[in-house]
């Protein structure tokens, strides 16, 4: 298999080592050798094992890196399994999956993160990297055995798909990750605030006959745990943010200097609430999707730096799930394969700079995650995305890679995808 790659004349856009240039990439044993912009020094001739990529025309990015994913084995292969959302996950980009821990058994323990490790070696198609569960069955009641954990192979912990609704079982774990220097990730959501809401709380859900969830819901949770951040020290990072006071919060405390990242996902800054009209269950996430203003704040936060990556939340669901009520039907959008897509939007509604994109989607969740991933910089395991820019691709949600084939994004028009994802020196899809 190829280790060996010369990648020519592409655009090579590095955020860790400020490289923004036309050049190649030499790849020698699944590393990277060396990079050398267009300066008139030439390349020897590729030895005849060696692989040579035209990339002229095309950007060269490091490896996309997804810090929020669901692959959802152990338990719910039905939905997805590591074999399939490691394969939408190249399909879309991504050579770096961190999976949360709500499975069935919940990864709250090595013996599921030694699974979820070996499994990935054996059928995956990109590094995974587990997240552990905060408390022991995500029920918030008793924290995991994090240390454990965290020897066997976790880079985070959260329970994610819950909040962890006890304050000083937050608290604890704060204090406690310190010891690791890893990142607790918080869902924030007030259960007893969202009080089984299915949509944003607003004048159309009404109209809909559908109970809401207030901004509140979250931004209380976020109030909460910035707080709560500042007490430990601990390192703080905020999942898929989406509503303005949630971004004004986060700005104020690290003007603050207090330990704390955020995230949020495509959809938040490419659709709002108006998605669910129609009952259309494809829009149904959570936190659920916001209003135009809101989508704005998104924007704003991404531009100046509030909020630090862009992650997937690719949370696969079968078909049959999606087709009950919208009260009844799951929450969730099978991310991996549109999100470079839309991501590329912001670059062209003048959001973000190219640069600032890619170091949303690899330098800094793999700076956060500590994964090591994320940069071209020479010795580093040579996980690259190649991308065609103007390449326009109609989302097909029934050719996904991925089982789960639950998208609002079906049929829309994309400018700007993936071409070739190499993990390790292997291209893994083209």
């Not at 609704?165 to 607790?184: D, E, H, K, Q, T």
């Not at 959501?189 to 709380?201: F, H, I, K, S």
């Not at 601990?234 to 989406?242: D, E, M, N, Q, T």
């Not at 793999?366 to 109609?394: C, F, H, P, Q, Y």
Request: hydrophobic content about 40%.
């Amino acid at each position: 298999m190829d280790k060996d790659l010369l990648i020519k004349g592409g655009h090579i856009i590095d955020p860790s080592q400020g490289i923004d240039g036309i050049g190649d990439v030499y790849i020698e044993g699944g590393r990277i050798a060396s990079i050398r912009l267009n300066n008139g020094n030439q390349y020897r001739a590729p030895a005849q094992k060696e692989r040579t990529i035209d990339a002229a025309g095309l950007y060269v990015f490091p490896g996309l890196v997804d810090m929020h994913a669901h692959l959802r084995e152990p338990g719910y292969e039905h939905k997805e399994t590591i074999k399939t959302g490691t394969r939408a996950a190249v399909r879309g980009g991504f050579t770096s999956v961190c999976p949360m821990p709500n499975t069935n058994p919940v990864n709250d323990n090595t013996t599921v993160t030694a699974f979820v490790i070996k499994k990935a070696a054996e059928e995956g198609f990109c590094s995974v990297y587990p997240i552990g569960a905060v408390t022991k069955g995500q029920n918030g009641e008793e924290l995991a055995e994090m240390g454990l954990m965290y020897d066997a192979g976790c880079k985070a912990f959260s329970d994610d798909g819950r909040p962890v609704m006890s304050s000083i079982m937050m608290r604890r774990a704060l204090a406690y990750s310190r010891v690791f220097g890893v990142p607790v990730i918080s869902h924030c959501e007030d259960l007893a605030l969202a009080d089984d809401g299915v949509m944003n709380e607003s004048a159309l859900a009404t109209t809909l006959g559908l109970k809401g969830i207030p901004s509140a819901a979250e931004e209380v949770m976020v109030a909460r745990d910035i707080i709560l951040a500042e007490l430990t020290g601990g390192r703080l990072h905020l999942a898929h943010i989406s509503t303005e006071g949630s971004v004004r919060l986060i700005r104020l405390a690290k003007e603050r200097g207090i330990r704390v990242t955020a995230e949020t996902c495509p959809h938040y800054f490419s659709l709002t609430e108006e998605a669910v009209n129609g009952y259309d269950t494809n829009a149904k996430v959570n936190p659920p999707l916001r209003t135009q203003k809101d989508a704005k704040a998104i924007k704003e936060g991404l531009r100046d730096g509030t909020i630090d990556v862009i992650a997937t939340d690719h949370a696969p669901h079968h078909r049959d799930e999606k087709l009950r009520e919208f009260d009844k039907a799951p929450s969730g959008i099978s991310g991996f394969e549109t999100a470079l897509g839309l991501s590329l939007r912001l670059v062209e509604q003048n959001v973000l700079t190219i640069g600032n994109l890619v170091e949303k989607m690899t330098c800094n969740p793999a700076v956060i995650m500590g994964l090591g991933k994320g940069t071209l910089r020479e010795g580093s395991d040579a996980d690259i995305t190649i991308a065609d820019l103007n390449k326009e691709t109609r989302v097909e949600a029934a050719s996904f890679a991925s089982l789960g084939k639950n998208t609002p994004f079906d049929k829309w028009i994309l400018k700007g995808m993936p071409v070739i994802t190499i993990v390790g020196g292997i291209v893994v899809h083209e």
